[in-house]
């Protein structure tokens, strides 16, 4: 026997009979003799940038009563990105719309804070999922003349600098339970589903259509490099490459990916709330590593560069936190890759004969610390590493003179007392 009934919403499996109404047998059905509307269903998840907000309301704009049911907003948004007045655009089209506007908080651990927060207290229907949190709403950012305070709590609440979990939303009345999308759909006004009781286990079947509506993928690609961590770290891999590809022999693959990480970074940056200084910074960070890359050995730019790369990390946006994993991330990542492998890698480049460096074998320089046999030293500002004959150590400070390049290495001797003077033996030679 069949019934519609939402008593057993909580059975094993039932969101994956959901996913099997996806409207692919067109936007409504005929089903007892009557038509069945469609309900859209829209995932809302990040901060609520322009890409996002234009999928929102052309879902709203498009939301015919004849066909739809209600428009569905599933949520995880911890604030938005987009002007007042892009917000409330989409405010605007929520109060105005002529089917019922829900959104559902979750799935579990989802939170909506902020102007997100805002724009769901105007709906005309809210779920949350256990383990989600909604609140922390901050400044007003829609007219309290046109919408009212955020779901109609004085300007002193709580919920303006902090969140309430799922028990204590239900509770206070600012949501209904919804533990999963399918209950908080069957929870809507007029969605109707099929259950079959008779065998072991009661199935369940929703009758009116649910259809999914998703961002292309070429927006998807613009609404994920609007994400802080993700713009950050695009930015210090766009501008590492191209640091990497100035000390390489002609332009190859990390040059192209450089300009294009850059390009993207560029993009999530100015749609977030970035900071033009905190941009300069990092610039600047990426020169001081490049100069003691030239010399070949991490020096006082290294830590000039370092110092500069923490504090544009750290200020770079105003208001959105980058998160300390892709902070930690990018500054570790960064400092090692161009104060650790880099000097290494313009050391093995310059230092091989293949590429033009036979110049050196003869150069004069100096010690920078004991070499017996190994150590550094210095040859025309730049700092190498080298050995000497076990016979004639050098002291730091002493002169010395490059006779051969093995690999990374220098071979030197010193200027005075030398096994043998390379000089004579060019002569000779």
């Known amino acids: 026997m069949y019934r519609v009934t939402a008593v057993v919403l ?11 109404s996806v409207a692919a047998h067109g936007d409504s059905h005929e089903a007892d003799g009557h038509e069945v509307r469609t309900v859209d269903v829209v995932e809302v998840n990040g901060l609520l940038d322009p890409v996002l907000t234009e999928m929102m309301a052309e879902t709203l704009r498009g939301a015919d009563p004849a066909t739809t049911l209600a428009v569905v907003f599933q949520i995880d948004s911890q604030g938005a990105v987009v002007g007042d007045d892009d917000l409330a655009g989409l405010a605007n089209l929520i109060v105005a719309s002529p089917v019922t ?18 724009l769901v207290a105007l709906g005309d229907d809210i779920g949350i999922a256990p ?57 809507l006004d007029g969605f109707e589903v099929l259950v079959d009781d008779s065998g072991d286990k009661p199935m369940v079947e929703p009758v009116t259509r649910t259809r999914f509506r998703q961002l292309s993928i070429v927006d998807q690609v613009f609404h994920t490099v609007a994400s802080p961590p993700v713009a950050y770290l695009l930015l210090l891999v766009g501008m590492g490459l191209l640091v990497f590809e100035l000390f390489t022999a002609g332009v190859g693959i990390a040059g192209v990916i450089g300009a294009a990480s850059l390009l993207l970074a560029s993009y999530g940056i100015a749609v977030l709330p970035g900071r033009a200084w905190a941009v300069g910074i990092l610039v600047f960070a990426m020169i001081g590593y490049a100069i003691d890359i030239q010399a070949g050995v991490p020096r006082a730019w290294t830590v000039i560069g ?31 890759g161009l104060a650790g492998g880099m000097p290494t890698m313009v050391r093995t480049r310059f230092s091989t004969p293949t590429i033009g460096r036979e110049w050196i074998i003869g150069e004069a320089g100096s010690a920078v610390d004991h070499l017996s046999p190994n150590g550094t030293v210095e040859v025309r500002g730049a700092v190498w590493k080298a050995r000497t004959n076990r016979a004639t150590p050098i002291q730091p400070g002493e002169p010395i003179r490059v006779v051969a390049v093995e690999g990374l290495w220098l071979e030197v001797e010193p200027e005075v007392g030398a096994a043998r003077d390379h000089r004579e033996r060019a002569a000779k030679s």
Not at 152 to 165: N, Y
């Open 306 to 336: 370092t110092v500069s790369l923490v504090v544009g990390s750290l200020f770079l946006y105003d208001g959105t936190p980058v998160g300390w994993i892709a902070l930690i991330a990018g500054v570790v990542g960064t400092a090692m």
């Open 101 to 118: 506007v829900s959104f559902w908080i979750g799935p579990a651990g989802a939170e909506v804070t902020g102007q997100a927060a805002q």
């Open 10 to 20: 909580l059975a094993i499996g039932a969101q994956f009979f959901l996913a099997g």
């Open 131 to 187: 383990g989600s949190r909604i609140g922390d709403l901050g400044e007003q950012a829609l007219s309290p003349e046109r919408f009212g305070t955020a779901f109609g709590l004085p300007a002193d609440s709580d919920l303006v600098g902090s969140t309430v979990g799922y028990q204590e939303a239900v509770s206070r009345g600012l949501a209904r339970s919804a533990p999963v999308l399918l209950e908080h759909l069957v929870g």
